[in-house]
């Protein structure tokens, strides 16, 4: 350095350059540090909740559907009430969502009849899915179902409504996580069936309200309620596609859980007969030398 003129001697431009890149990175790696950790999604606790809900009559709520007229939410007792949430802010996972369901609800039309049940899609993420933002959500779906209502709910009653669901979830930097979950609810608004995934088969959804139709209730739970739970628990959203996809690892896990399992029955089993045929030659052993005595 120059002291006698009194200049600094400045570092070449490149240098500079890579100085301050380097003074960003710096900068965002502590930030990104001291910002709180972004909750995730408790899948398992997410379904205990779901499925707690089952057999729970819901509370009457204020909600106003996508013209802006304010409905109550017991208006639509006195027949089956398919309920399903969404936000509007969601450009994959709940469109494609929705327009499965609208699949579904086609094929149980074709089988119960039109206007046999009703629809509710409800925005969840307030202030954002107003009545206006539903109707254009409806709209981009292709949705004209007359007994398909898009509904916003009070925001001082949003969180006691999905409660009484028991749809949870958690805020990300993408938008929302949550299950998706459609809610099959009787015609005195008790939650009848949980329903699961972006492509659920036609008959979990069609059969609930073909047994509600019927007036032939079942209980829940059963094979088909295993078959969704461990459906559920081997499926993980992967934010780079957007979409959720089979984790493999816990396939595999459950697989190598259910094998060591199988294994540990056998051998006990097995042990157990070899014992009983041990203690049965003994016991013969025992009669043959008494008779010789005698």
């Not at 600094?8 to 910002?35: G, H, I, N």
């Not at 909740?49 to 909600?63: F, H, M, N, P």
């Not at 013209?67 to 639509?76: D, F, P, R």
Request: hydrophobic share 40%; net charge positive; proline share 5%.
């Amino acid at each position: 350095m120059n002291t006698r003129g009194g200049s600094v001697r400045r570092l070449p431009p490149d240098s500079e350059r890579m100085t301050r890149l380097t003074a960003w990175a710096c900068a965002l790696a502590a930030l990104l540090a001291a910002s709180p950790a972004i909750a995730a999604l408790d899948e398992k606790r997410a379904l205990r909740e779901s499925q707690a809900a089952i057999g729970r009559v819901v509370g009457d709520y204020r909600l106003t559907d996508a013209e802006g007229k304010a409905v109550q939410l017991q208006a639509y007792r006195g027949k089956p009430l398919v309920v399903s949430f969404v936000y509007t802010g969601c450009f994959q996972i709940c469109p494609t969502t929705t327009k499965h369901l609208e699949q579904m609800v086609r094929q149980a039309e074709r089988a119960l009849g039109p206007g046999t049940f009703h629809v509710a899609t409800i925005g969840f993420n307030l202030p954002f899915d107003t009545p206006e933002a539903m109707r254009d959500y409806a709209r981009k779906q292709g949705v004209r179902n007359p007994n398909w209502s898009f509904l916003s709910p009070a925001a001082g009653e949003l969180e006691r409504l999905l409660a009484d669901f028991g749809f949870l979830r958690e805020a990300t930097p993408a938008g929302f996580d949550h299950l998706l979950q459609v809610s099959i609810v009787d015609a005195d608004g008790r939650i009848y069936r949980q329903v699961y995934g972006d492509g659920f088969d036609a008959p979990a959804f069609v059969g609930p309200l073909l047994e509600l139709a019927q007036n032939t209730p079942r209980p829940a739970g059963g094979l088909a309620g295993l078959i969704d739970e461990v459906r559920l628990l081997c499926t993980v959203y992967d934010p780079a596609s957007g979409k959720y996809r089979v984790n493999y690892a816990i396939v595999i896990e459950i697989l190598v859980g259910a094998s060591v399992l199988g294994v540990g029955i056998t051998s006990v089993a097995i042990e157990w007969r070899r014992r009983r045929r041990t203690a049965d030659a003994r016991v013969d052993a025992r009669q043959g030398r008494s008779g010789v005595i005698s």
